[in-house]
């Protein structure tokens, strides 16, 4: 699909490249079952940081910490019990801190801190920032496709932007989900597109 973008208007809204997820010694590491595809999206999510960074575009990144006794978890359920359990994503430790290949682009990437659930607009100053630059299209990339993307880009959609989902920038816990998503369940609010129409806008 080829689509336009006024990169004075579009967010690259960047979920879950933290350690806890992508590091060897991660301990969500082995929610990510298909490693090359994994492998794959951080390589094709590089290359658009690359082609967008002397661009307009706004680059956000929306990182999920927790306090170390995770007391703003009261009766966790589903992915946030695992968190839980095996004690991911806490403030302050290696696993709850954004990956290097993230890391090397500074300021460049705008960090919105509070995410502490599935959606990026709950607990943080996300729709502010799109608001101040008068955001047009949102454009996401992370993990996990079946959990905080589609939460994500589904609270986006109600809020009125125009979203795309990287499919070549985004993993799921399976190539089977990673599939079904993209195929079944994000076209119904959302533009499924690879990031090479992205790029090439830069």
Known sequence: ?????????????????????????????????????????????EALLEAVKATPALIISTPIVFTSDYRELLEPTGI?????????????????????????????ILEVPGKRGLNAFSNTDLEAKLKERDIVDVVIAG?????????????????????????????????FEQDFYLEKIFPLYARVVDSEGLRGAG
Do not use: W
């Open 143 to 175: 993990v996990v496709t079946s959990i905080c993307i589609d939460s994500t880009g589904r609270a986006a959609h109600e809020r009125g932007y125009r979203v795309s989902i990287l499919g070549d920038c985004t993993a799921g816990r399976s190539a």
């Open 80 to 108: 946030l019990e695992v968190i839980k359990d095996v004690g991911a994503f806490r403030e302050g430790e290696k696993g709850s801190e954004t990956i290097p290949e993230l890391q090397k682009y500074g300021e460049r």
């Open 1 to 45: 699909m080829s689509i336009e973008y006024d990169l004075e208007k579009t967010a690259i809204i960047l979920i879950g490249f933290q350690n806890d997820y992508f590091a060897s010694d991660g301990l969500l590491e082995g929610a990510l079952e298909d490693t090359a595809g994994r492998e794959r999206m951080l390589a094709h999510t």
